[in-house]
């Protein structure tokens, strides 16, 4: 049995922590806006609702071989990898005019993918998976309850920071802060992808 108030603590402290979950909102917001960040959110919500139901009812299944997570972490290290690249492109090349590949539905598939390959949240979804095993399997309306919670607390800590990062862009010398902000989003989803693949060339 999972303890709700420990796993909503965890919830809130690895969805609130600076990674490339959170610079892909803060850099939706300083591209499009408001309405461009919540597609960015929906997708990253809708990904956490849907691994953490998965990684519950896999349960044992997540003590996969070694090699396996592995390769796991390499695809999920390119991947961040290239998405941090092209963000940084783009805010370098200032002449660029600021934008998200495929608008709000790029935005939205790229904030699931990015969910799915955090190296930040996937630990924390690995962990809970293998105490669920531990114990009796949880029902599909604990799952559905632990899978909402989840995603309410992405909703309401994405949403901030998009609306910190929204009036940011409003602010004076905007266009100076979004290029800015923009490599700096890039930036830290490269950084989370090369430490991905620094720890599998490590292992």
Not at 44 to 49: P, R
Not at 61 to 86: C, F, N, S
Not at 160 to 185: E, Q, S, T, V
């Amino acid at each position: 049995m999972i303890d709700p108030l420990a796993f909503l603590g965890m919830a809130i402290v690895v969805v609130a922590a600076p990674g490339p979950a959170v610079a892909h909102v803060v850099g939706c917001a300083l591209v499009g806006g408001l309405r461009l960040a919540g597609a960015a959110i929906l997708g990253q919500v809708l990904g956490q609702a849907t691994l953490l139901a998965t990684s519950l009812s896999a349960g044992a299944m997540l003590r996969p071989p070694a090699g396996r997570l592995l390769v796991a972490q390499a695809v999920a290290g390119v991947v961040l990898l290239l998405i941090g690249l092209r963000a940084l492109l783009r805010a370098a090349d200032s002449a660029a005019p600021p934008r998200i590949a495929g608008g709000r539905i790029g935005a939205g598939l790229a904030g699931f993918g990015i969910v799915a390959a955090n190296p930040v949240s996937l630990p924390f979804l690995a962990a809970i998976g293998v105490a669920a095993s531990n114990g009796a399997s949880p029902s599909w309306p604990e799952v559905g309850v632990l899978a909402a919670a989840y995603a309410g607390t992405g909703l309401v800590i994405y949403g901030g920071y998009a609306l910190a990062a929204a009036r940011l862009a409003a602010a004076r010398d905007a266009r100076r802060w979004r290029i800015a902000m923009r490599g700096a989003a890039g930036a830290a989803i490269a950084a989370a992808g090369l430490a991905c693949l620094l720890r599998v060339a490590t292992a």
